[in-house]
């Protein structure tokens, strides 16, 4: 069975530009998170969505912003980005969403640039 | 808020063990342990719920003290496979879906 895929693996983006990742989730999951990893810190709360709905979000300026799409993959959105921006974002996935109660399996993610 | 995670780092030989503690200020709903080798994404190893359901690898040990707002991480006879940086997320009663990670302690095991 294939694990949560993410794309692009890597990208490089300016000060200002707006980046785009998607996610696709595990088949039969439905809910999807998204986390920030600055480099050697430890993972941040983005996002989750379930069922096509933001079910939450943490602590990050309305910039950050996604979606899900009827088939449960995702997409995040960072607009006017900004140099602190660059790090590794990682997509997981877990089965209907009980809150946290599912165990969430992560992606390889994406890891982005800002110049 | 973002749960404490001790020790920060921990050095061992093969066959040794450690524990992990991960606590946090506010009652949980749930706690999430994962262990993240450099480069790579962060692999699952345990859930613990509030109630006392668990699931997660066979060879992995940890409890959940709902009292205490704490679990801990046992690792036991120590494995070169087990180095990497292990992470506890936990979900607070007032925040729903959320998982807060600690900053992660460094376990290296040594021949």
């Known amino acids: 069975e294939a694990g949560v895929t993410q794309s692009p693996t890597h990208l490089i983006k300016t000060r200002g530009q707006q980046a785009t990742l998607r996610c696709s989730p595990i088949s039969g999951h439905t809910s999807v998170y998204w986390y920030q990893q600055a480099l050697g810190l430890g993972l941040q709360f983005l996002l989750w969505?379930?069922?096509?709905?933001?079910?939450n979000r943490g602590n990050f300026p309305p910039r950050f912003s996604g979606r899900q799409f009827p088939n449960y993959s995702s997409e995040l959105n960072v607009n006017a980005l900004e140099l602190e921006d660059s790090a590794l974002y990682l997509c997981a996935s877990s089965l209907a969403g009980q809150g946290a109660r599912e165990t969430q399996y992560f992606g390889p993610g994406t890891r982005l640039l800002v110049l | 808020q973002q749960p404490v995670q001790s020790p920060q780092a921990v050095i061992l030989r093969e066959g040794e063990d450690a524990v992990i503690n991960c606590s946090s200020s506010?009652?949980?709903?749930?706690v999430h342990w994962y262990r993240q080798k450099h480069g790579e994404a962060p692999v699952f190893l345990m859930i613990?719920?509030?109630?006392?359901e668990q699931k997660g690898h066979e060879k992995i040990s940890a409890s959940f003290n709902e009292k205490k707002q704490q679990s801990s991480l046992y690792l036991t006879a120590s494995q070169l496979s087990y180095s990497g940086t292990y992470f506890c997320?936990?979900?607070?009663?007032?925040?729903?879906?959320?998982?807060?990670f600690g900053a992660g302690t460094q376990v290296v095991v040594t021949p």
């Open positions: 997320g936990t979900e607070t009663v007032d925040s729903w879906g959320k998982l807060q």
């Open positions: 506010k009652a949980l709903y749930s």
């Open positions: 613990l719920l509030k109630g006392g």
């Open positions: 969505y379930d069922e096509g709905e933001e079910r």
